[in-house]
């Protein structure tokens, strides 16, 4: 399927399966409230968790986070973490929705290089939602190969790109305070 077709899929309200930087993720446009809704259900994931969005730039991220928190030396820092493998809590936008944030006053955000979700990102001019393409608590897919057979079946696109080939999923990290989250 050609890249009009993932870009008509996000535009739409699907549910998209792409390559990140260790597995595959599934996302779709953090601004339809259907499709985060129908993502929580199908990853059997509860919507107090939150989901991370993924970017091709900073830019992309700024209607989703309140950058007027993030004082300039911790912003440097945050930026000088990027591209890849670093997810970092940063202060929300109060405006956007709880299935982005969960029960959180933060949002989790990264900035990645990997060139399908740069070009996605890039055509939409927003970045995608990000969550391991997996049922709650089983193995994510790091290929789209060995996507779960009903996962494949009720998502709406899959970009059949190739990870970056880290081996584990992102880091998180509190971008104020620098407490590690996830290693």
Do not use: H
């Not at 930087?21 to 446009?29: H, N, P, Q, S």
């Not at 029960?103 to 060139?115: W, Y």
């Not at 190969?145 to 990290?173: H, W």
């Amino acid at each position: 399927m050609s890249e009009k077709n993932v870009v008509e899929a996000f535009k739409n309200g699907g549910i998209i399966a792409y390559p990140t930087e260790a597995v595959f993720g599934l996302g779709c446009d953090p601004d339809n409230k259907e499709a985060l809704k129908r993502l929580l259900k199908l990853k059997q994931r509860s919507p107090e968790k939150g989901l991370i969005l993924l970017a091709g730039s900073y830019s992309q991220l700024l209607p989703y986070i309140d950058d007027s928190k993030i004082p300039q030396d911790k912003r440097l820092t945050l930026l000088s973490r990027w591209p890849d493998g670093i997810t970092q809590l940063v202060p929300k936008n109060n405006n956007i929705s709880s299935l982005l944030s969960g029960s959180f006053d933060t949002i989790a955000v990264r900035i990645t290089s990997q060139p399908d979700v740069v070009a996605l990102c890039q055509q939409t001019n927003k970045p995608i939602v990000s969550t391991s393409a997996n049922l709650s608590g089983q193995e994510p897919a790091k290929t789209w190969q060995s996507l779960d057979l009903v996962l494949s079946k009720q998502v709406d696109f899959i970009l059949k790109g190739v990870t970056l080939g880290r081996t584990s999923p992102s880091k998180i990290i509190d971008a104020l305070t620098g407490k590690i989250i996830r290693n």
